[in-house]
């Protein structure tokens, strides 16, 4: 089987590096929206995460011709009703960084007990022609009440996971990407990925 081109519909160098070494055995040469010319992030469309990461893949890989993946990601915070769900890259305004996001929701936790929190993330993967396949992964957690750990990105230093008694901040990237809403859902689509490849290079 040839190697085939997967776009990646982001510029987040740190997801890029997560989904190569997902992808390593496979015959797929990955690339990033910044490898093309003035190929802008995508603009969220949708009310869910599977939603948002379908326009996204849709979008990419109607633009470029080729096959091309998106995911959308975010944390669930139990004890705000689900925020910031959707909103988790802009939590603390459009042009917000990891940092001031990571303020604004320990602001938004002061006094709450409950800290229980999930990462969701949904994958989509499409054709230039507009078909598309979809995979979720979740991953339970606690919200600390100051950062730990300088890996990762987003709230992956608010993020603790039990079974590993670390941050998302705190694990190398192999180690988050066994374990992590990105790393279940890629799981999901591991598990029929030689049936995907064949669905890659149909017409």
């Known amino acids: 089987m040839s190697e085939i081109v ?14 190569e ?4 055995r496979f015959p797929l040469e990955i690339k990033g929206l910044s490898e093309f ?21 849709r979008s990419a890989s ?20 689900g925020a910031p769900g ?38 989509a993967l499409a054709k230039p022609a507009g078909q598309v396949l979809t995979f979720t ?13 300088t890996n990762g990105f987003g709230y992956d230093p608010l993020f603790y996971y039990p079974p590993f008694n670390k941050t998302f901040a705190q694990l190398s990237v192999e180690e988050k990407s066994r374990v992590s809403h ?6 999901k689509l591991e598990e029929d990925f030689d049936k995907v490849l064949i669905w890659l290079e149909e017409t």
Request: some cysteine.
């Open 37 to 57: 010319r003035e190929i802008p992030e995508f603009e969220e469309e949708g009310r869910t995460f599977e939603q948002i990461a379908t326009y996204k893949a």
């Open 86 to 123: 959707i909103l988790s890259a802009r939590y603390a305004g459009e042009s917000a960084d990891d940092y001031q996001n990571n303020r604004k929701l320990l602001e938004q936790m002061k006094g709450k007990e409950n800290r229980n929190a999930t990462f969701v993330c949904s994958l």
């Open 182 to 187: 990105r790393g279940q859902a890629m799981r």
């Open 21 to 24: 070494l997902f992808f390593e």
């Open 137 to 149: 992964g979740k991953c339970s957690g606690i919200i600390l009440y100051e950062p730990v750990g």
């Open 62 to 81: 109607r633009i470029l011709g080729l096959p091309a993946l998106a995911d959308d990601s975010g944390l669930e915070v139990d004890c705000l009703n």
């Open 6 to 19: 997967l776009v990646l519909a982001t510029h987040n160098k740190g997801k890029k590096r997560e989904y």
